[in-house]
């Protein structure tokens, strides 16, 4: 697993509006127009576009 980060506010106000719960999902890669996501528990990755 990549050594993922929690996510600020701003970052789970986008998790939770693409239909995720922000509190099994960690930050990977903080990129400027889109987010990369890694599951806390399953490694699941996923990328969402940031708005």
Known sequence: ???GKKPTVA??????KIGLDPENWLI????PEELHLVHRYTNTKK???AF
Not at 11 to 16: D, R, S
Not at 28 to 31: F, G, S
């Open 47 to 49: 990328v969402i576009p």
């Open 28 to 31: 990977y890669k903080n990129l």
């Open 11 to 16: 970052q789970k106000k986008v998790i939770k």
């Open 1 to 3: 697993m990549k050594n």
